[in-house]
T-cell receptor, first 113, second 114 residues
Framework: GDSVTQMEGPVTLSEEAFLTINCTYTATGYPSLFWYVQYPGEGLQLLLKATKADDKGSNKGFEATYRKETTSFHLEKGSVQVSDSAVYFCALSDPGSASKIIFGSGTRLSIRP | DTAVSQTPKYLVTQMGNDKSIKCEQNLGHDTMYWYKQDSKKFLKIMFSYNNKELIINETVPNRFSPKSPDKAHLNLHINSLELGDSAVYFC?????????????FGDGTRLSIL
């Protein structure tokens, strides 16, 4: 079945550091890929998405590129801020799955001032 | 205005009780979902409704019964609560069932079973 694997956390970085959170997926079809972010005490919010191979999703300085050849969707940001501290979830939705989203296990990110 | 709102935010109750969580979305979306997030933050879908019809029903004990009176509401009733039901339950909605549609989440209901 479909699955998402993302790097385990927690990840701790200093402010202005470069961020990469790795995500790889397994799917039978051609899924849409998402990154969601969860701030403490809140629900998940969509950060960015890509719906086909080679698409790049971007938002708030974060980027991720849909790589079909490596089945990956790594999240990157060039210079993180303290306000980026949150849990990040990689996710996929397969066209044959009636919009069911499969989430990765989440990566907790902490940014030091 | 809150897009997806669920009540209550916190629910503390005894084992064996029956409880309900309510969810409403004002986005005009056709599809709604319930997810369970465990203590390790792992998030798993439980149910999905599209225009009041059940379309996803994962392997969930039949003590859990969703009800959708209209497409803006999806409630979750839980009978005979058990310790393992302690978790955060999230409601979400999306415009359609298309897989490229993002989902909008509520702030969660933290359920604690004593």
């Amino acid at each position: 079945g479909d699955s998402v694997t993302q790097m385990e956390g927690p990840v701790t970085l200093s402010e202005e550091a470069f961020l990469t959170i790795n995500c790889t997926y397994t799917a039978t079809g051609y899924p849409s890929l998402f990154w969601y972010v969860q701030y403490p005490g809140e629900g998940l919010q969509l950060l960015l998405k890509a719906t086909k191979a080679d698409d790049k999703g971007s938002n708030k300085g974060f980027e991720a590129t849909y790589r079909k050849e490596t089945t990956s969707f790594h999240l990157e940001k060039g210079s993180v801020q303290v306000s980026d501290s949150a849990v990040y979830f990689c996710a996929l939705s397969d066209p044959g799955s009636a919009s069911k989203i499969i989430f990765g296990s989440g990566t907790r990110l902490s940014i030091r001032p | 205005d809150t897009a997806v709102s669920q009540t209550p935010k916190y629910l503390v109750t005894q084992m064996g009780n029956d409880k309900s969580i309510k969810c409403e979305q004002n986005l005009g979306h056709d599809t709604m979902y319930w997810y369970k997030q465990d203590s390790k933050k792992f998030l798993k879908i439980m149910f999905s409704y599209n225009n009041k019809e059940l379309i996803i029903n994962e392997t969930v004990p039949n003590r859990f019964s969703p009800k959708s009176p209209d497409k803006a509401h999806l409630n979750l009733h839980i009978n005979s609560l058990e310790l393992g039901d302690s978790a955060v339950y999230f409601c979400a909605s999306s415009q359609t069932v298309n897989s490229n549609q993002p989902q909008h989440f509520g702030d969660g209901t933290r359920l604690s079973i004593l």
